[in-house]
């Protein structure tokens, strides 16, 4: 049975930061690029926010995260990353994890997350 669980939301002020972790069971994490997406509002389409290969050489992240966000994994934990810094009010949201079919993010998915919340106040 696949599962990913995130955990690490929570609320934070502006300007404060959190890691999201979202661990795999099930899959064989190391082949499979990981992804975090976050939703504004139920409802709205997922927003990707960045992507890791299975090894972890290479990682993305959209333009409004860089700088601010980190993606990284942990294999031997099965576990995938979301650091947050200097989140502003426009970063809360739902997050989620989603497995790659592949190594390299290719934005083919099979797996998600139930997510995690991150609410942000000014």
């Known amino acids: 049975q696949v599962q990913l669980v995130e955990s690490g939301g929570g609320p934070v002020q502006a300007g404060g930061s959190l890691r999201l972790s979202c661990t795999v069971s099930?899959?064989?994490?190391?082949?499979?690029?990981m992804g975090w997406f976050r939703r504004q509002r139920p409802g709205d389409e997922r927003e990707f926010v960045g992507?890791?290969?299975?090894?972890?050489?290479?990682?993305r992240l959209i333009d409004s995260v860089k700088g601010r966000f980190t993606i990284s994994r942990d294999n031997a934990k099965n576990t995938v990353y979301l650091q947050m810094n200097m989140l502003k009010p426009e970063d809360a949201a739902e997050y989620f994890c989603?497995?790659?079919?592949?190594?390299?993010?290719?934005?083919?998915?099979?797996?998600w997350g139930r997510g995690t919340l991150v609410t942000v106040s000014s």
């Open positions: 992507a890791i290969s299975g090894s972890g050489a290479v990682t």
């Open positions: 099930g899959l064989a994490f190391s082949s499979r690029a």
């Open positions: 989603a497995a790659d079919k592949n190594a390299l993010w290719t934005n083919t998915l099979d797996y």
